[in-house]
Structure formats: C-alpha cells, structure tokens
C-alpha cells in the first residue's frame, strides 16, 4: 500500500481524533455536546457511505438501524441491567441481523425501487415501536437515574459515552477504509459502475451487496444505542426520523460520495450550517428546505463533491485524498 494511501486513512482519522480531543482540552460541555452531535453525523455518514458510495444503492432508511439499536440498547441497560458495552453490542448485533434478513430480498430492487423500500421499512419499525408496549408504546422509554451509577453518577456517564462513540466512529471511518481497499471493496465498485457486468465478471452481487448493507447497519446500531444510553429516553419519533436519512444523504455528497474523507468533511461541514441556521431567528424553521436546496445544487454542479471537486484539481490531490 503507497503513501498517499495511507495518508488519507491518517488525515481522516486526524480529523475525527482531533475534534474529538477538543471537550477534553477545552473542559466544555458544550463543546462536548456539539462534537457529540458532529461525531453522531461522521459515524453515520461513513457507514452509510460503504452503500451509496461503493455500492451505489441509494437508502432513505438507513436511519432505522439507528433507532433499531436505540431500543435495544436501552431495554437492554433500563430493563435487563445490562453493561453499557453489552447494550451497544447488543444493539449493532440487532441492527446488523434485521440488515441481514432485508439485505436478502430488498437488495434485489434497483434504482428508486430499492430507495421506496427502505422509506417502507423505516416507517413500518417506526409502527412497530409505537405499538410494541415492551418499548413504551408511543410515549417511548425513560431511563431511571440509578442507572448511571455503575458508571460514577450521570456525570461521569456523560463522558463515558462520548468517548465510547469516539471509539465506534473511528472503528466506522477505519472499516470504511479497509472495505475500499479489499477486492470486496471493488466488487461493489464493479456494481456501482455496472451490476450486470460485475455479474458477468463473476462477482456475487448478491451476496456482496447483502455484506455491505450488513457492514453498513452494524455501527447506526452501536451508536443508536450509545446515543438514547446519553439522552436518558427514547420514543419512536425520535428513534426514527426519516429527515435525519435525508440528511446523511446531504452530507455524503456534499463531502464526495465513495470517498474516506468525503462523509466525515461533509457531516462537519452540514452540522456547522445546521447549527447556524438553528440559532438564526430567520432560518431556523426552514433547515429542512436548505438541506434539500443544498442537496439539489450539490447534484446539479458539484456531483463528486468537496473531495472529488479537489481531487481533480491536481494530480498529487488526487492520489492524497482517499
């Protein structure tokens, strides 16, 4: 493996080790709030990107493994008193089954066909949640406070928790590299391009895409789960929102779909103008409208993207970037 390969897993992981270092140096809960969110948005991104960017299938539902692992991992730490750690992997491991049993017959769609199903199946889990009393029916879940002290009061838990989804974003934005570099990685490359070539070539494009739609649900579980575990409840509405899937679309091209870097610039950049916009008395109630504006305008004049804008700039760009 070259030098500027590596150098773009290295910067990306710059990027996501040195925002997440700044609560710590700063001492602000803030700042930890905010980088939380932030780093909330790269782990998504990154894993979402493993089947948009390489694959080329387009999922507006890709939030549901997010809220999938919300609830497990919060039943499993407010009802079963398990260990945060066992709830997180309890919730990836769900996430990553329900990728599993859907991979194998909506992967089968194509093209906006594929894109309907995955709304279908957020809203239907969606139901599902607020009809399950288990979960809380539609009032949802609270956590009780005697639940954070195994971990040194809900203070402490806090930071616990940031620092684990520190660990599960750089784990994402690493599995993302490595699929990229692996002959799995250019099979669904193969696919992206041309799936009826790749199946002429030889390539499994079922069995490829289902893996990846497994690789790419696994850590939306664990960070669903590190997420309600922090907020201290959990409801459906929350759980699964499906502006949120539009969202992550927004970041993934406006950072440079099927690139390393592109989600986690992209998912920093958005989550800086969401929070602009939010704080603004004029646009506040029409973030929503920007993103879809913004997603527009990416798709009609930049469709590669920061990184792939910058990548064709110049040649020792392009071989720098990953």
Known sequence: MRWWSRFGLWLSLAIVVGAALLPAISGSASTREAVFTVLVSVALASSLNMLLGYAGYVSFGHIVFFGLGGYIGFYAVSVLGWHL?????????????????????????????????????????????????????????????????????????????????????????????????????????????????????????????????????????????????????????????????IELLVMIMLGGQGTLLGPILGAVAYQKLRSALLTSAAFRDVQLVVAGVLLLAIVLFVPAGAVGWLRSRSRTLHRALE
């Open 85 to 245: 750690s066992a709830a997180v992997l309890a919730g990836a491991a769900a996430s990553g089954l329900l990728a599993l049993l859907l991979g194998m017959s909506i992967l089968r769609l194509r093209g906006s066909y594929f894109a309907l199903a995955t709304i279908g199946i957020n809203e239907a889990m969606k139901a599902l949640a607020t009809n399950l009393k288990a979960f809380g029916g539609s009032t949802g879940m609270e956590m009780h406070l005697r639940a954070y002290q195994p971990y040194g009061g809900a203070a402490r838990a806090l930071w616990i928790t940031y620092w684990a989804l520190c660990g599960v974003t750089v784990l994402a934005v690493v599995a993302s590299f490595l699929v990229k570099r692996s002959r799995f990685g250019l099979a669904l490359l193969t696919i992206r391009e041309d799936e009826d070539a790749a199946a002429v070539l030889g390539v499994d494009a079922t069995r490829a895409k289902t893996l990846a739609y497994v690789l790419s649900a696994v850590f939306p579980g664990a960070v669903g789960a590190l997420y309600f575990f922090k907020s201290a409840s959990i409801e459906p509405g929350g759980a699964f929102r499906l502006h949120f899937s």
